[in-house]
Protein backbone atom coordinates (compact mmCIF):
# COMPACT_ATOMS: atom_id res chain seq x y z
CA UNK A 1 0.00 0.00 0.00
CA UNK A 2 1.13 3.53 -0.92
CA UNK A 3 0.53 6.43 1.21
CA UNK A 4 1.01 10.13 0.32
CA UNK A 5 1.24 12.30 3.72
CA UNK A 6 0.73 16.02 2.94
CA UNK A 7 1.46 18.84 5.22
CA UNK A 8 1.94 22.57 5.53
CA UNK A 9 -1.45 24.01 4.43
CA UNK A 10 -3.28 26.65 6.51
CA UNK A 11 -4.42 30.13 6.60
CA UNK A 12 -1.94 33.36 5.01
CA UNK A 13 -2.39 36.75 4.77
CA UNK A 14 -1.68 38.22 0.84
CA UNK A 15 2.03 38.46 0.37
CA UNK A 16 2.97 36.18 2.91
CA UNK A 17 4.49 32.42 2.27
CA UNK A 18 3.74 29.02 3.26
CA UNK A 19 5.33 25.42 2.31
CA UNK A 20 3.92 22.40 1.79
CA UNK A 21 5.40 18.84 2.06
CA UNK A 22 4.29 16.00 0.65
CA UNK A 23 6.35 12.58 1.74
CA UNK A 24 5.65 9.70 -0.59
CA UNK A 25 5.73 5.72 1.53
CA UNK A 26 5.03 2.39 0.85
CA UNK A 27 5.46 -0.12 -1.94
CA UNK A 28 6.59 2.25 -4.38
CA UNK A 29 9.61 0.59 -7.16
CA UNK A 30 10.11 3.79 -8.82
CA UNK A 31 8.57 7.63 -8.93
CA UNK A 32 8.67 9.04 -12.15
CA UNK A 33 6.60 12.38 -11.73
CA UNK A 34 5.42 14.33 -8.16
CA UNK A 35 4.25 17.32 -8.19
CA UNK A 36 1.05 19.36 -6.78
CA UNK A 37 -2.56 20.64 -8.17
CA UNK A 38 -4.87 22.17 -6.58
CA UNK A 39 -8.64 23.12 -6.67
CA UNK A 40 -11.01 25.77 -5.65
CA UNK A 41 -14.47 25.85 -4.76
CA UNK A 42 -16.66 25.86 -7.89
CA UNK A 43 -13.51 24.92 -10.21
CA UNK A 44 -11.90 21.92 -11.75
CA UNK A 45 -8.76 20.96 -10.33
CA UNK A 46 -5.71 22.15 -11.69
CA UNK A 47 -2.05 21.53 -12.31
CA UNK A 48 0.15 24.08 -9.95
CA UNK A 49 3.18 22.94 -10.46
CA UNK A 50 5.65 19.38 -11.31
CA UNK A 51 8.71 17.53 -11.47
CA UNK A 52 9.34 15.12 -13.55
CA UNK A 53 12.30 13.18 -14.74
CA UNK A 54 13.82 15.83 -16.56
CA UNK A 55 13.71 18.07 -13.52
CA UNK A 56 11.37 21.13 -11.69
CA UNK A 57 10.24 23.35 -14.25
CA UNK A 58 6.50 22.79 -14.90
CA UNK A 59 4.54 25.57 -13.20
CA UNK A 60 1.15 26.72 -13.86
CA UNK A 61 1.53 30.77 -15.44
CA UNK A 62 -0.29 31.89 -12.47
CA UNK A 63 2.59 30.61 -10.18
CA UNK A 64 5.63 31.75 -12.07
CA UNK A 65 7.99 33.39 -10.36
CA UNK A 66 6.03 32.79 -6.86
CA UNK A 67 6.13 29.57 -6.24
CA UNK A 68 9.00 26.97 -6.12
CA UNK A 69 8.43 23.21 -5.97
CA UNK A 70 11.58 21.11 -5.34
CA UNK A 71 11.99 17.37 -4.68
CA UNK A 72 14.23 14.87 -2.58
CA UNK A 73 14.57 11.69 -4.34
CA UNK A 74 16.12 9.97 -1.15
CA UNK A 75 12.88 10.44 0.91
CA UNK A 76 10.48 10.48 -2.14
CA UNK A 77 9.18 14.19 -0.85
CA UNK A 78 8.00 17.02 -3.04
CA UNK A 79 7.88 20.15 -1.63
CA UNK A 80 6.17 23.22 -2.54
CA UNK A 81 7.69 26.64 -1.64
CA UNK A 82 4.59 29.24 -2.09
CA UNK A 83 5.43 32.93 -1.74
CA UNK A 84 3.82 36.69 -2.74
CA UNK A 85 0.00 34.82 -2.24
CA UNK A 86 -2.67 35.92 -3.15
CA UNK A 87 -6.16 35.61 -2.50
CA UNK A 88 -6.30 33.62 -5.48
CA UNK A 89 -3.90 30.92 -4.33
CA UNK A 90 -6.97 29.88 -2.11
CA UNK A 91 -7.54 25.96 -2.56
CA UNK A 92 -7.28 22.84 -1.40
CA UNK A 93 -4.07 21.34 -2.65
CA UNK A 94 -3.35 17.86 -3.62
CA UNK A 95 0.02 16.20 -3.85
CA UNK A 96 0.60 13.63 -7.02
CA UNK A 97 2.83 11.10 -7.78
CA UNK A 98 3.07 8.49 -10.78
CA UNK A 99 4.60 5.99 -9.59
CA UNK A 100 5.61 2.10 -10.22
CA UNK A 101 4.49 0.24 -7.91
CA UNK A 102 4.75 -4.16 -8.07
CA UNK A 103 4.39 -4.68 -11.82
CA UNK A 104 5.29 -2.31 -15.28
CA UNK A 105 2.04 0.15 -14.78
CA UNK A 106 2.58 3.42 -14.25
CA UNK A 107 0.31 4.44 -10.73
CA UNK A 108 -1.42 7.65 -10.41
CA UNK A 109 -1.45 8.27 -6.46
CA UNK A 110 -3.03 11.41 -5.15
CA UNK A 111 -2.88 13.09 -1.19
CA UNK A 112 -5.83 13.65 0.88
CA UNK A 113 -5.66 17.68 0.17
CA UNK A 114 -4.80 20.59 2.53
CA UNK A 115 -6.49 23.15 2.77
CA UNK A 116 -4.44 26.53 1.58
CA UNK A 117 -6.50 29.73 2.58
CA UNK A 118 -5.00 33.69 1.56
CA UNK A 119 -7.22 36.09 3.74
CA UNK A 120 -6.70 39.22 5.57
Known amino acids: QVQLVESGGGLVQPGGSLRLSCAASGSIASISTMGWYRQAPGKQRELVAA???????IYADSVKGRFTISRDNAKNTVYLQMAAMKPGDTAVYYC??????????????WGQGTQVTVSS
Open 51 to 57: CTSGGCT
Open 96 to 109: HVLAKLNGPAWNNI
